[in-house]
């Protein structure tokens, strides 16, 4: 499967919920230079790819061609296929593009739960599920002591790297003589 960031993950997304395919609007958060970077990325890599807008029909325009034209943006084949989508029109995808078998119960497309992403291996994120998932758990001290963060980002990355993105559930409770101590389940 190909490596997408998030931001790429989700312009695919929501453009192949859409019938025309439409990458626009892009997420809020993308704004200016880094949405110009992103957009240009995708087309670099044929994920996405730039169409005559029609603006009668209203169609959000990408940019405009400097003889009155706009251009909007579309997802291609080669997207959908990045994030596991087959086209609906025709089995399209790139010859090269890999692929991967769902087993015949999973779900497929839109409401197919999101990858997971597997941290790398000695990162102090790395570092941080390894004290969560040790027997004895990890107090936000100990944390700081092997990571060198402070209080806040110790915090920040339970609730946004590990619950949010990887989809870890961690838990916490009071221990005496030690104070709160968050867990991961075993791996």
């Keep these: 499967m190909t490596k997408l960031s998030d931001t790429q ?4 997304s929501r453009a192949a919920q859409n019938e025309d395919r439409m990458a626009l609007p892009l997420p809020n958060s993308l704004r200016g230079g880094a949405a110009a970077k992103v957009a240009s990325a995708m087309l670099a890599k044929g994920f996405i790819e730039e169409v005559d807008a029609d603006m009668r029909k209203g169609e959000l325009v990408w940019r405009e061609t400097g003889d009155g034209h706009g251009v909007t943006l579309i997802a291609t084949d080669a997207g959908l296929a990045a994030i596991g989508v087959e086209p609906d029109d025709a089995n399209t995808a790139p010859a090269d593009a890999p692929t991967e078998e769902a087993a015949p119960d999973a779900p497929t497309g839109p409401e197919a739960a999101p990858k997971t992403r597997t941290p790398r ?7 941080l599920i390894a004290m969560l998932r040790a027997p004895d758990g990890a107090t936000i ?7 060198n963060w402070q209080s806040h980002t110790v915090r920040g990355a339970m609730a946004g790297a590990l619950k949010k993105k990887l989809g870890l559930e961690v838990t916490s409770e009071k221990v005496e003589d030690r104070g709160r101590v968050y867990k991961l389940p075993a791996a």
Excluded: S
């Design 9 to 12: 993950t989700i312009i695919l």
């Design 121 to 127: 291996e000695g990162t102090k994120q790395a570092t």
């Design 141 to 147: 001290e100990e944390i700081m002591a092997a990571t």
